[in-house]
């Protein structure tokens, strides 16, 4: 297995340009979602999603879009990017087990937007 | 304010323990995770614990939970220079919601 890979590793966008941070997991898990870590704070969840067709927001969703069409694929549009969306981006997939909730992070996208 | 604070500094000596506190203001939550982050990675579940547990103990990891005081912490036994990361405390809040609210996180530097 892959795990959870993320593509690109790193992006620099100029503002207002759009992109779309691609995600994927190949463990069959059915809950997935999108963090962003920005210096000096943890992890703050963006969207996730139940499974392939439902998707809710997070914490701090705004300038962000998800869609859920296969189990697999997560991907996180930006569709105006700011420089405050400068950050690094982490997607992670989950399986609950008798231990709780385990969560594999992909390798995380290095965005700069100037 | 946030609702799962770490301190953001941490510096032993090889071979020391290392303990690295968390303390959260959620009583609900059912889970309660370390995960270890090293520089330019994603982050790794190093341990967990259930909330009706006050301890758990996984080879150099012993994690103890004070849930009266909302208090977590992380200890390593003879710490390597290859422990040297962030370590984020992190807490998940029942069935209804699989994400997880982080903290800050801790940067653990071990000198040789």
């Known amino acids: 297995n892959a795990g959870v890979t993320q593509t690109p590793k790193f992006q620099v966008l100029k503002t207002g340009q759009s992109m779309t941070l691609q995600c994927a997991q190949d463990?069959?898990?059915?809950?997935m979602s999108w963090y962003r870590q920005d210096p000096g704070m943890g992890l703050r969840l963006i969207h996730y999603?139940?499974?392939?067709?439902?998707?809710d927001q997070g914490e701090v969703p705004n300038g962000y879009n998800v869609s859920r069409s296969t189990t697999e694929d997560f991907p996180l549009r930006l569709l105006s990017a700011a420089p405050s969306q400068t950050s690094v981006y982490f997607c992670?997939?989950?399986?609950?087990?008798?231990?709780?909730?385990?969560?594999?992070f992909g390798p995380g996208t290095r965005l700069l937007v100037l | 304010g946030e609702d799962v604070e770490q301190s953001l500094f941490l510096s032993v000596r090889e071979g020391d323990s290392s303990v690295i506190n968390c303390t959260y203001t959620?009583?609900?939550?059912?889970?309660l995770y370390w995960y270890k982050q090293e520089p330019g990675a994603g982050l790794q579940l190093l341990t967990y614990?259930?909330?009706?547990?006050d301890m758990k103990q996984d080879q150099r990891l012993t994690v103890l939970l004070n849930k009266k005081d909302k208090h977590l912490s992380l200890r390593i036994a003879d710490t390597q220079t290859g422990d040297s990361a962030i370590y984020f405390c992190?807490?998940?809040?029942?069935?209804?919601?699989?994400?997880?609210?982080f903290g800050s996180g801790t940067r653990l530097q071990v000198q040789p």
């Open positions: 992190a807490e998940s809040r029942g069935t209804g919601r699989r994400a997880l609210t």
């Open positions: 614990i259930f909330s009706n547990m």
């Open positions: 992670a997939s989950s399986i609950t087990t008798g231990g709780g909730e385990t969560q594999y």
């Open positions: 999603s139940v499974g392939a067709g439902i998707t």
């Open positions: 959620d009583s609900s939550s059912t889970y």
């Open positions: 463990m069959n898990h059915e809950y």
